[in-house]
């Protein structure tokens, strides 16, 4: 088990000044089987007209407020401890799927959310046939780390080199990105050969060797998990499945689903600038 305390500061300075703006954060972790979210503080400046929140389909907390006065600066900190105890269990070869099964009516009708490609996993021709060639001759369980151990290969974390609305195809033909290009470039590999696969979104203590109340800059994190009879975790940056230093906030279909931070406004101008800073504190 590992407590973690993380702090994720966001801050827009606004070109002209804004005179209303509607938002949508998701940037709370939320508790499930493998995290216990202890305590959370939102803080919103300058101060929110109305402030309230709710669960999305996905089971992500989402804040929403609405800012009436005339701003040209938002900063918007979130801040949680949370209890994470996640490992990647051992499974019994009963429990796996064969093909048959895996693609009955039942399970593509309960996974049909993480079966079909959205947008931005959308592999194209080249990995999807990469994915078919892969799959020849094997169960689902070896099809997904055989995919996952080829594209390991295939693939380079490179900040810099992507945007955020490039999907699988393009990040794939140019052999890199960042975490959320990698996992969206597996993700769209398995939903290929009809394995179901869903984004994860969500914050990593970059260094486990760091000491107990040591505060770290951490980092907003994707990975994803897969289905062959039972979730699995795995982390395409860090080569490993999802441990005890990763905290999830949201999953969903792929980014868009889990986006940190949306909204409309009124105002802003065209040379608005954006700073996040995220830091990590281990406290056990």
């Not at 305590?39 to 101060?47: A, F, H, N």
Request: glycine content about 8%; some cysteine; overall charge negative.
């Amino acid at each position: 088990m590992t407590r973690l305390h993380v702090v994720h500061t966001t801050d827009y300075r606004y070109g002209a000044p804004v005179t209303v703006s509607y938002n949508e954060a998701r940037v709370t972790p939320q508790t499930d089987a493998a995290q216990v979210v202890l305590e959370t503080d939102l803080r919103i400046s300058p101060y929110a007209t109305a402030l309230s929140h709710y669960r999305d389909y996905w089971g992500a907390k989402v804040h929403t407020f609405d800012l009436h006065s005339r701003h040209e600066r938002l900063t918007v900190t979130s801040e949680a401890l949370v209890e994470v105890h996640r490992t990647e269990k051992q499974h019994a070869p009963e429990d796996l799927l064969d093909w048959e099964e895996l693609t009955s009516d039942t399970n593509v009708e309960e996974f049909s959310d993480f079966l079909p490609q959205s947008r931005l996993s959308d592999p194209g021709e080249s990995l999807a046939g990469a994915a078919h060639g892969i799959a020849a001759g094997k169960t689902p369980h070896e099809t997904a780390h055989a995919i996952i151990a080829w594209l390991r290969e295939e693939m380079e974390y490179q900040p810099g080199t992507t945007a955020v609305h490039f999907n699988a195809e393009t990040s794939f033909s140019e052999r890199r990105g960042v975490c959320q290009d990698l996992s969206h470039v597996v993700i769209g590999a398995l939903r290929a050969v009809n394995i179901p696969a869903r984004y994860v979104s969500g914050y990593i203590h970059p260094n486990p060797e760091a000491a107990l109340g040591e505060t770290v800059v951490g980092q907003s994190h994707a990975w994803l998990e897969w289905w062959d009879g039972r979730w699995h975790t795995w982390d395409p940056t860090n080569h490993k499945p999802a441990g005890g230093h990763h905290i999830l906030v949201a999953r969903g279909r792929d980014y868009a689903d889990v986006t940190p931070f949306k909204g409309i406004l009124s105002g802003g101008g065209p040379d608005t600038a954006l700073g996040v800073e995220v830091t990590i504190t281990r406290q056990a």
